[in-house]
């Protein structure tokens, strides 16, 4: 059986074994011409879980007391601007559903229980990865870690007062002040 290491801070913990399925060629089309109109996630199936979204002021918890269970994910990437809930990962929204082996066996060697994601509003990127990734932990018969969504996204996060834009790194006062507007 593959087995794949899994760094963690420049020492190996352990090994996990490799439960992707063999090499298959990926899903989007190579090409060289503009891109169609299709969505970006359109070369990808839908996902069959239901989005389970957790509360700003959950969140707010975990971050407030300083529960080491749980990871954020940023799936912003051209609209990636105006600053990120401290500590998330940033892994663009397009780029996950090949990689959710990889993410998932990561995140349960580092013993997470919670991997929350968002986006601008959650409504989008942030249900469909949540839900892309419920399905595989579903696929991988895990009853113990959660995929969730974080409802609002970042900009009720950043909507929602100071108590939650203390926890923002990069925060930028001007770049909110056009959704307060709107």
Request: some cysteine; proline content about 8%.
């Amino acid at each position: 059986m593959n087995r794949i290491l899994i760094p963690t801070s420049f020492r190996l913990l352990r090994t996990v074994p490799d439960a992707r399925p063999p090499h298959r060629p990926h899903p989007r089309k190579m090409s060289t011409e503009p891109a169609a109109s299709a969505p970006w996630h359109a070369a990808y199936p839908a996902p069959s879980s239901q989005t389970v979204f957790i509360p700003r002021e959950d969140v707010l918890s975990i971050l407030e007391n300083g529960r080491k269970d749980a990871v954020l994910v940023d799936l912003r990437r051209n609209d990636f601007e105006g600053g990120t809930i401290r500590g998330s990962l940033n892994l663009p929204a397009q780029s996950l559903y090949p990689t959710l082996p990889t993410v998932y066996s990561t995140l349960k060697a580092a013993g997470l229980k919670r991997v929350i994601f968002y986006c601008g509003s959650s409504t989008g990127r942030g249900s469909r990865a949540a839900s892309w990734m419920a399905d595989y932990i579903t696929s991988q018969n895990d009853s113990e870690m959660q995929s969730l969504a974080l409802q609002g996204g970042i900009k009720g996060w950043a909507a929602a007062g100071p108590e939650y834009v203390r926890w923002m790194d990069e925060y930028d006062e001007k770049v909110w002040a056009k959704y307060s507007a709107a």
